[in-house]
């Protein structure tokens, strides 16, 4: 379970700053300096990183990186991490590549707290409160910090030291995908080719 | 597969940058210097407050070594050229373990004026370069020469503004006008406080 304290009086700036370094650093870690992470000069796209394994070009996991100073409860004991963000409407991306991290960055140990959890974009978008208002979209993101939570964001949960193989993981499942659908693409430039399928 | 030193050096940088973030509540800033003609990684300075700051050096292992059974030690060696080491009070050197178990700097950590460093750590001058080496004990018992710098990574914060402070207290003391000290007779007469001061 995770414990309520005071929320630290650093700026949004500094919170993002730390947020997406720490990530970065038990990303880093915990891949045995297998991942590289790159932060796109512009943040036009709502990317904090570009993550791809060393070596292997051609499929970037992008991250964006979001943090909580404290948890709070939606009325009984359990603790949540709540998360509320904005999105431009024309600028919201809902792709495979695109992942959120979400965490409580604990100010009293100076790191995030288990769990932290890694959410694919489509899966976010569609359940975290989406509402839309004019241009905006808002999300908010309501996940049990407690052990013993079957909530929706159960399957998402990881464990900080076991960011770094489970971020393997997924970059390397993009990879396989983005290799297989290319292959697939070269085969209808065949000519005659006919695409059938069972029924 | 273990993480490149390059990727150790970036991780202790932000780890320090953070626990100096975090544990001064958000009132220390950080620059990074363009270049890195003058060996500092970090120009710090409380927010708001100009003309003072310290610049710091980061420095890490991410392996202790046993001298004896049960007692681990720091190790650090770097050359520097002659022409190019800086002893002032506002320059201060960081070590510390990059714990890649845990994924974070272990306790202590080493704050220690480059005065200080420089006179410490074993320096050998060969060939217009200076050869320095830290062994510093990790142990809670220790009384080696280097227990006096320890500082643990939570109160990393709170030690920076205190040595800000006194860098600021000692900058702005007030001095006679130039005439005054060069006439026959006068003798200039300090506070001991500023003494006591001294890290």
Known sequence: MTERRPASKISVVQQGVIAQN????????????????????????????????????GSALAMQVKSALETGTLGGYAQYLRIHFDVRASR??????????????????????????????????????????????????????????HDRWTPYRVKQLELGKKVMGITRELVRIGSTSQAASELLEIPGMIWARRV | MRISSVQQGLIVEREFAKFLMLGSDGRIELATPVSDDERRDYEIHVRGQYGVGVACQVKSAATLHKMSKNVRYLNIFFDVRADRLVNSPFYWYFFA?????????????????STDFHRLA????RDGVWRFSMAANMEPKSRDRWNRYRVKTLDLGRVLLEINK???????????????????????????????ARP
């Open chain 1, 22 to 57: 720490e990530f970065a650093k038990l990303v880093m870690i915990g891949s045995g300096g297998k991942i590289e992470l790159a932060a796109p000069l512009t943040d036009e796209e709502r990317r904090d990183f570009e993550i791809h394994i060393h070596g292997q070009y």
């Open chain 1, 92 to 149: 919201l991306v809902s792709d495979p590549r695109f992942w959120y991290f979400c965490a409580f960055l604990n100010p009293a140990t100076m790191r995030f707290a288990d769990p932290t959890f890694l959410i694919p974009s489509e899966e976010f978008h569609r359940h975290a409160n989406p509402s839309r208002k004019g241009d905006l979209w808002h999300f908010t993101l309501e996940a049990s910090m407690e052990a013993e939570s």
């Open chain 2, 97 to 113: 373990y990059l714990d890649l178990e845990v994924m974070g700097l272990a306790d202590p950590t080493f704050l220690v004026p």
């Open chain 2, 122 to 125: 074993a320096p050998i001058l």
């Open chain 2, 166 to 196: 006194d860098l600021k207290r000692r900058h702005a003391l007030p001095m006679p006008p130039k005439g005054v000290l060069s006439a026959p007779g006068v003798i200039f007469v300090g506070s001991s406080k500023v003494r006591a």
